[in-house]
């Protein structure tokens, strides 16, 4: 597909999202979009993802199936910088998550520094393609160790969400006690929100491990990720968690 095929595709994308624009979700989500440079259309997200798999669906039809070829139009998408087309640039990178390779650490990489800028983004990219290839390529932990130091909040949540797709498939508990004790007091709410999901989902294949490390670090903990990471636990174990000594 040429250069003028993409540029065809994406004015089709924006139209079909123009169709499904909600101003009052627009309007609702606003306040919690801190997007800063990114422009957010205000169509509902399984709106935006029913025209991502349409789209993609066309892709695959005309034999277009490396992820190369799907990875430089998802640079693309991600360079128009709206919220929506970063949504169907996630969403079809995930879709090729079997033919990412060690080198694709740098543009995953490079998508969480420039187009990652809240929660939402942060999420979907890290649970879903960066979680995968990080399950794949175990040998780049150490690199998603480095990132609890980084200057940006979502980077730093980050680091604990890469782990989530790992920790769903039993892998890697080894690992997120050291992210958690580097976020442990952590500035920002979303960030101790973050590495408190991390051990709650860690808490369905582990619960006794992270039982263990909530009962060594509850009185420096703050409540916030306490009350995450211990949510799906009995209710025996939550009381003890959260007793004063």
């Known amino acids: 597909m040429s250069s003028l095929d993409f540029e065809r ?8 999202l123009q169709k499904v624009v909600n101003p009052s979700y627009y309007e609702s989500h606003k306040a919690t979009k801190p997007d800063g440079e990114i422009h957010y259309m205000g169509v509902p997200t399984p709106e935006v993802r029913k025209i991502a798999k349409k789209y993609l669906k066309q892709l695959k039809d005309k034999r277009i199936r490396d992820i190369e070829i799907i990875l430089d139009y ?25 033919q990412l390779k060690p080198k694709h650490y740098e543009i995953l990489e490079d998508w969480l520094d420039k187009y990652v800028t809240g929660w939402g983004s942060c999420d979907n990219l890290c649970v879903s393609t960066f979680g995968y290839f990080l399950c794949k390529f175990p040998e780049f932990i150490p690199k998603i160790k480095k990132w609890p130091s980084s200057p940006k ?30 976020l442990l007091n952590d500035e920002e709410d979303l960030v101790l929100k973050g590495y408190g999901w991390m051990l709650k989902e860690a808490t369905k294949k582990f619960q006794d491990e992270v039982f263990v490390y909530v009962l060594k670090n509850k009185a420096k903990m703050p409540r916030v990720s306490l009350r995450y990471a211990i ?4 209710q025996e174990m939550r009381e003890q968690a959260m007793a004063k000594d």
């Open 231 to 234: 949510e799906k636990m009995p």
């Open 153 to 182: 909040p979502m980077t730093r949540r980050a680091s604990a969400v890469c782990f989530i797709y790992s920790l769903r498939r039993s892998r890697y508990i080894e690992h997120i006690f050291e992210i958690a004790d580097t």
């Open 74 to 98: 998802c640079n693309r998408l991600l360079r128009k910088k709206i919220s929506e087309f970063r949504t169907i640039a996630f969403h079809w990178s995930f879709q090729y998550r079997n």
């Open 9 to 16: 595709l994406t004015k089709e994308i924006e139209e079909d």
